[in-house]
């Protein structure tokens, strides 16, 4: 019997960055294959489950619950595409019915954060609970402070561009997700 078998014993794939590709087979006598990886930074995450004879699903675990399924009649591949902060995660691979080969290719990048040299652009950054930026003068009066209760990128409002400004404020507003304590007196 196979020693991946139980989320206990994952098969431990270290932190992943980049691409990885593990084969394997699920069916009657090995019904559960599991791994485990640990994202070390907020990334983009991709799982695809190929090379499928007969119905295998996947699903992707953290803190003991399953956070995303993906579970497609028969042998068409499955597929798990999500946004996964950094921590501890494990992979599910389980036998629908009959036996199969599988071929797992886990995917992560990570998020970086934006490297524009306008002040504005893409000033609220994920990850932040306040961000504050000042205009390209030292003037406090052109100084923002931005609370968020939820992730938002936003991006406009960059030198001489007042409708974005007005937007951003716009959908702050509509959104209750970040509050607007200052105000953008010049470029």
């Known amino acids: 019997m196979a020693t991946d078998n139980r989320l206990s014993s994952a098969r431990n794939v270290g932190a992943l960055s980049g691409i990885r590709i593990f084969k394997d087979s699920v069916g009657l006598r090995d019904k559960n294959d599991y791994y ?4 070390t930074r907020r990334s983009s995450f991709n799982l695809s ?3 499928l004879k007969s119905d295998i699903d996947v699903s992707l675990i ?3 619950k399953a956070i995303a399924n993906s579970s497609e009649k028969e042998s068409r591949p499955e597929k798990i595409t999500r946004t996964l902060e950094a921590g501890t995660y494990y992979i599910h691979v389980y036998q629908r019915r009959g036996e199969s080969k599988y071929q797992l290719k886990l995917q992560a990048t990570p998020l970086t954060q934006p490297t524009s040299s306008d002040l504005y652009s893409n000033a609220f950054l994920t990850g932040l609970s306040v961000v504050s930026f000042c205009g390209r003068t030292n003037d406090p009066t052109s100084c923002n402070t ?6 938002i990128l ?3 409002c960059g030198q001489g561009n007042q409708d974005a400004c007005s937007f951003l404020q716009q959908l702050t507003d509509l959104e209750n997700a970040a509050k607007l304590t200052g105000f953008i007196t010049s470029f």
Not at 36 to 39: A, D, L, N, R, S
């Open 62 to 64: 953290r803190n003991g």
């Open 154 to 156: 936003w991006s406009g």
């Open 49 to 51: 489950l190929k090379n």
């Open 36 to 39: 485990t990886f640990t994202i």
């Open 146 to 151: 931005l609370e968020r209760s939820k992730s």
